[in-house]
């Protein structure tokens, strides 16, 4: 997914390290024109923006593609991190500047690493009634971010857990494992819940984790969270209890150890500073307009017809640090 806000927020991650428990509330962005599907950002925050090395959560849906005509993410670039694609309902269709092309359902995770350079598009099928799911970016550390473009696609596999069903789809998490590739410590993983049920993990105390809702309410060791609210839990903790009341809950767990290293991300690209945002800008520009010879993002699939996404307007200030919470 691209973020396709007309004005994207420069931010910058200093390295942190724990903190107090907080829920981190959506912020409604949409994807296109005013009657497009409209997604709930989580991450970033002002004051918050990495959970481990996942940078960027977005929430959407349960949407009608025939209101707001669904997914429509033409091709677009990225740097410097790997994207995560996760559905409830509904269909989605990737291509990309490796030559994948790939349907992801329900179950099945697409992972896309960018390393130096890649692009890609998204669009909900035309079978699609209702999307649903999430996008998480996670950022690459400074010793693999110039790796090389990659593509990975997972079917995943249910696991009870006491009344919970998991699917982990990145990491490992509650006996079960994804062999999608990851350069940090991380975990991802659905957890579905009936009405009325409480159920205990074991976590990593060197991670520290988000519980993003998507139904729900759910209370999450102690605290009532609403759907499409994330829950943040610092480094420390042995155990994660959720609980369901008189619905149906249903959660994406996502976990790290904690990337101690200052990165800037803005729009699609993540760097380490400003004049790497714009150097990255400048090159797909250039490929945008066919004054590249493609290899800075790979070739554009003839599939896309050429029809691609140019880079915002950089801020005409230099990109700035973003404080985060204190240790």
């Excluded at 409830?88 to 995770?109: C, I, K, L, N, Y």
């Excluded at 099928?125 to 999430?134: D, K, N, R, Y």
């Excluded at 609980?243 to 150890?257: A, F, N, Q, Y």
């Amino acid at each position: 997914m691209s973020d396709l806000e007309r004005d994207p927020q420069e931010i910058t991650c200093p390295p942190r390290g724990g903190g107090a428990p907080e829920v981190l509330e959506p912020r409604l962005v949409p994807l296109g024109g005013p009657r497009a599907m409209t997604v709930r950002r989580t991450l970033p925050q002002r004051l918050r923006s990495l959970i481990g090395a996942w940078c960027f959560v977005d929430h959407y849906g349960p949407d009608d593609v025939r209101e707001t005509g669904g997914m429509v993410v033409p091709g677009h670039p990225h740097t410097g991190l790997q994207t995560v694609t996760w559905l409830f309902s509904g269909e989605v269709d990737h291509a990309d500047t490796v030559g994948s092309v790939q349907r992801v359902r329900p179950g099945e995770v697409n992972l896309m690493t960018a390393g130096r350079g890649i692009a890609h598009s998204e669009y909900s099928t035309p079978e699609t009634t209702l999307l649903q799911g999430v996008q998480l970016w996670t950022a690459l550390p400074d010793s693999a971010r110039f790796t090389g473009r990659a593509f990975e696609h997972h079917v995943t596999e249910a696991v009870a857990h006491g009344p919970a069903t998991v699917r982990t789809f990145v990491g490992s998490f509650a006996g079960s494992s994804s062999p999608v590739t990851t350069y940090t410590p991380l975990v991802a993983a659905e957890i579905v819940l009936p009405a009325g049920a409480e159920v205990r993990f074991a976590v990593d105390p060197s991670y520290e984790h988000g519980v993003l809702v998507d139904l729900g309410p759910v209370d999450v060791d102690g605290t009532t969270v609403a759907p499409a609210a994330l829950a943040y839990r610092p480094v420390g903790a042995t155990t994660l209890v959720l609980r369901t009341g008189e619905s149906e809950g249903r959660v994406v767990l996502i976990g790290g150890e904690p990337l101690e290293e200052e990165i800037v991300m803005w729009w699609n690209f993540l760097g380490r500073d400003h004049d790497e945002i714009v150097r990255f800008r400048e090159e797909w520009q250039a490929q945008v307009h066919g004054a590249a010879d493609g290899d800075a993002y790979g070739p554009f699939p003839d599939a896309w017809g050429g029809v691609v996404l140019p880079a915002p307007e950089l801020p005409h200030t230099r990109l700035k640090p973003r404080k985060q919470p204190p240790r």
